[in-house]
């Protein structure tokens, strides 16, 4: 196994467990202290990680993730055109997941003309919205992250491997055409991750303020990305770094 593909496995058994020991590591991966401490070394360097006494642990984000709190007031017009417009995009039958996120919230919202829908989710906030509609709701099991409402830890998705998802709407803390989408928190990271490989066709839904910028943690390459819908206050010089891409860039208008 080749470092950087460790270090990534080891971001990832990190995201399960608030803190793992040297000697977990040494198991879970069949290699040396040394190893360990050079691979632990390395992504301390680079902000990820936190080391502690006997082990290390997730480091928070360098920048900083607004509250979902505050997300939900914030560009609203802007998130619920969006909302709209994703809903475009999705006919009676479908099974869909919807994630975790103040702009995939808004897709909720307008989904009640649709008939016979599955709707997977990780957001406490969607279950609420569509409690009183007859669709049939999955939520995804595991751990409770209370400041973003959501359900996460990758152990419990792997149960989704039967589900046929067509369409998957996904939020992003950033968006650039070189590197794709990213987002701040791991554990999200790792749950997108895995329901982009459970889907045909993926939806990223976010509102202008995220493009031209990459945050922490890596969660698609622009080729995984079927569609991009943001809203019309999307700068041209942006939306014009996507035109070589195979990513269609949809504009909600507001």
Sequence with gaps: MLPSERQK???????????VTIPEFITEFNISIETVRRDLGILEKQGSIQKVYGGAKLKNSIFSEPTMESRMIHNLLQ???IGKKCCEFINDGDCIFIDSGSTTYHIAKYLMD?????????SIPVVNELMDTDFEIIIIGGKIRHNERSVVTYDYIFNFSQLNIQKSFICAGGITAENGVSD??????????????RSKEL???AD???FDRDVTISIAPLHKINYIITDSYLSKNVASTFKKTATILVLAEN
């Design 79 to 81: 998130k619920e055109s």
């Design 208 to 210: 202008s303020s995220k």
């Design 114 to 122: 649709k008939k016979n829908l599955t709707i997977i989710t990780n």
């Design 203 to 205: 939806f990223v839904a």
């Design 184 to 197: 701040f928190n791991m554990q999200e990271a790792v749950t997108r991750k895995i329901i982009i490989e």
């Design 9 to 19: 496995k080891i971001l990832d058994l990190l995201a399960t467990k608030d803190v």
